[in-house]
């Protein structure tokens, strides 16, 4: 087969994984894009008010939840012996698959869950009883830095749990989950060593603009992200079956 990338070809391969995708977790993303009438729910029933701003970690709790556990739900038989045969056999190229399953699992199902859930908590804040008081926005005055800096986090994260799902073969989330607690331990004793924190803070206060650290993480972040992409790409090129 052209090893190039085809866009007719691509957007077979689209198809295919829309029918996969909402067989292996359409419900999912529906139950997930509802939760807030549960929490809507609880303040009807306890007779609390919920303010806007304590609504919005639930989000994206929602939305990081969703970019951990929907690679293996969707893609979780591609790296194994017998069901992956017709992921490996799908003919397309190494590159149609890796971005339409990036497209699946980085962007549509975070977006979907994120939207979803938070046009649901909007309609709810509107009826009149029910103790959602004010509607969930960012802040104007940093809307820019907030949605690239949200965006980043969850590329990084779904790049990490892609990565992850290629990798293991059993229980992919949590396994993944496992290894990158152990490895943020590790990384954080050995800069630890150097006093790496205290001499960041200490850089932090000596910068004229603080501005620029936010923008900085999300670099890093984005960064990160592009990395465990990567190696998500070449462990579907050389995964054998």
Same mark, same amino acid.
């Given at each position: 087969? #052209? #090893?190039?990338?085809?866009?007719?070809?691509?957007?077979?391969?689209?198809?295919?994984?829309?029918?996969?995708?909402?067989r292996n977790?359409?419900?999912?993303? @529906?139950?997930?894009? +509802?939760?807030?009438?549960?929490?809507?729910?609880?303040?009807?029933?306890?007779?609390?008010?919920?303010?806007?701003?304590?609504?919005?970690?639930f989000f994206?709790?929602?939305?990081?939840?969703?970019? @951990?556990?929907?690679?293996?739900?969707?893609?979780?038989?591609?790296?194994?012996?017998?069901?992956?045969?017709?992921?490996?056999?799908?003919?397309?190229?190494?590159?149609?698959?890796?971005?339409?399953?990036?497209?699946?699992? +980085?962007?549509?199902?975070?977006?979907?869950?994120?939207?979803?859930?938070?046009?649901?908590?909007?309609?709810?804040?509107?009826?009149?009883?029910?103790?959602?008081?004010?509607?969930?926005?960012?802040?104007?005055?940093?809307?820019?830095?907030?949605?690239?800096?949200?965006?980043?986090?969850?590329?990084?994260?779904?790049?990490?749990?892609?990565?992850?799902?290629?990798?293991?073969?059993?229980?992919?989330?949590?396994?993944?989950?496992?290894?990158?607690?152990?490895?943020?331990?590790?990384?954080?004793?050995?800069?630890?060593?150097?006093?790496?924190?205290?001499?960041?803070?200490?850089?932090?206060?000596?910068?004229?603009?603080?501005?620029?650290?936010?923008?900085l993480n999300?670099?890093? @972040?984005?960064?990160?992200?592009?990395?465990?992409?990567?190696?998500?790409?070449?462990?579907?090129?050389?995964?054998?079956?």
């Amino acid at each position: 087969m #052209n #090893n190039s990338f085809d866009f007719k070809r691509f957007g077979q391969v689209l198809a295919k994984d829309w029918k996969q995708f909402f067989r292996n977790f359409g419900i999912s993303l @529906m139950v997930w894009c +509802s939760l807030p009438i549960l929490v809507w729910i609880a303040t009807l029933v306890l007779g609390f008010d919920m303010q806007a701003d304590d609504r919005i970690p639930f989000f994206f709790i929602l939305v990081f939840t969703v970019a @951990m556990i929907v690679p293996s739900k969707v893609y979780g038989k591609a790296n194994l012996s017998r069901e992956g045969v017709g992921f490996a056999m799908l003919p397309a190229t190494n590159a149609e698959k890796f971005f339409s399953m990036l497209l699946y699992c +980085s962007i549509f199902a975070p977006l979907i869950v994120g939207l979803g859930s938070w046009a649901i908590d909007s309609i709810l804040t509107l009826l009149p009883f029910g103790g959602f008081v004010g509607y969930v926005a960012l802040p104007k005055d940093r809307l820019v830095l907030l949605v690239v800096s949200i965006t980043c986090m969850v590329l990084l994260t779904s790049s990490i749990f892609l990565f992850g799902n290629m990798v293991f073969k059993k229980r992919k989330a949590g396994k993944t989950v496992a290894w990158g607690i152990l490895i943020i331990f590790v990384v954080t004793m050995i800069l630890q060593l150097f006093d790496f924190f205290e001499k960041f803070t200490m850089w932090e206060y000596d910068l004229p603009d603080h501005s620029i650290l936010p923008w900085l993480n999300a670099a890093v @972040m984005f960064v990160g992200a592009i990395f465990f992409y990567v190696l998500t790409y070449r462990k579907i090129k050389t995964q054998k079956y």
